[in-house]
């Protein structure tokens, strides 16, 4: 009698993963466009504040344009990067789990609407007439667009190009409106700039899941970027200070600004201190969550404001 031989389990299937609903998609769209990030575009009021005219309505107008300009083309230019490096952001730790990498938000969904984004943030700025804000947003894209393509590859000029986006966005602030800028004002926001940047690319040398991710990770060392950080921030508090301290050809310095100077020290010295921490690779989240930090920003405007306003 044939030995029977025992049945072979059927094959367990592991079930595909449930497409996205419109909602969940729409809901990963808005999360891609990065509005946290919207943040950096207060920048554009930096220059109309210190000029002392803020209290214009008409410049209030033209600098809430110029944001919500900035805020579509940099969510524009997120969603393009998102789909240009959906595969190496599956690797990383922790950019796995945004929508695109993640797949909620389909490569062909980021790239039209990052293309829509970028092409109404343009022709709004052509339609307003104000051909420098125009000239600054092309720049502000053509240097993403390179970042993007080649830049963030590049040991050095990728810090340099990322801290250039947060200049132009200062710059656009004050061209809208025809503020003449400083030398003052161009290498503080220039140096803050540089210092946000290598705190960034610190913590991301930090993060194990960055490994592989970035390849310009590879040309850094942790002393070096503290370097960065420390000739950045000592250069800009001289900076500042000169500025704060500046008085008239037969004034004496003005009393707000200079006091301004304790709560930007602070700030700079908090900064410095989360960076050490290793929470340095989302300035945005810092920002939205760190108290000693708001305290020392709410402090450092409000002096300046007093001193220019009163």
Not at 49 to 58: K, N
Not at 61 to 90: I, P
Not at 172 to 183: E, Q, S
Request: aromatic residues 6%; contains cysteine; proline residues 6%.
């Amino acid at each position: 009698m044939a030995e029977q031989l025992p049945a072979t389990p059927a094959p367990t299937l592991t079930p595909a993963a449930p497409t996205p609903g419109p909602g969940a998609r729409a809901a990963g769209l808005l999360r891609a466009c990065r509005p946290k990030q919207w943040l950096k575009n207060l920048l554009v009021l930096a220059a109309p504040g210190t000029a002392g005219v803020l209290t214009d309505p008409g410049v209030l107008g033209w600098t809430a344009l110029t944001f919500a300009l900035f805020c579509l083309a940099a969510s524009g230019t997120y969603l393009l990067n998102d789909a240009r490096d959906v595969h190496r952001d599956r690797l990383h730790e922790r950019k796995r789990h945004r929508p695109v990498a993640a797949g909620t938000v389909p490569v062909p969904l980021a790239v039209g609407t990052g293309t829509a984004l970028i092409l109404v943030s343009l022709l709004a700025a052509l339609a307003s007439g104000n051909l420098p804000l125009l000239a600054v947003l092309l720049g502000y894209l053509a240097l993403t667009t390179a970042y993007t393509l080649w830049l963030k590859d590049i040991t050095v000029v990728d810090i340099a190009a990322v801290a250039g986006c947060h200049v132009l966005r200062a710059i656009a602030g004050g061209v809208v409106i025809g503020v003449p800028l400083t030398a003052w004002f161009v290498i503080v926001v220039s140096l803050a700039a540089l210092l946000v940047v290598a705190g960034k690319r610190e913590a991301e040398l930090r993060n194990p899941g960055s490994d592989g991710a970035r390849a310009a990770l590879d040309g850094y060392s942790r002393s070096y970027l503290v370097q960065i950080r420390t000739m950045a921030s000592a250069a800009m508090i001289v900076t500042y200070c000169l500025w704060a301290l500046e008085g008239g050809a037969d004034q004496a310095p003005d009393g707000f600004r200079a006091a301004s100077i304790v709560p930007f020290f602070v700030f700079v010295l908090r900064y410095h201190q989360l960076v050490d921490r290793g929470v340095g690779e989302e300035p945005e989240e810092i920002a939205l969550r760190d108290r000693p930090l708001q305290l020392c920003l709410f402090a450092l405007v409000a002096l300046v404001g007093l001193g220019i306003y009163t």
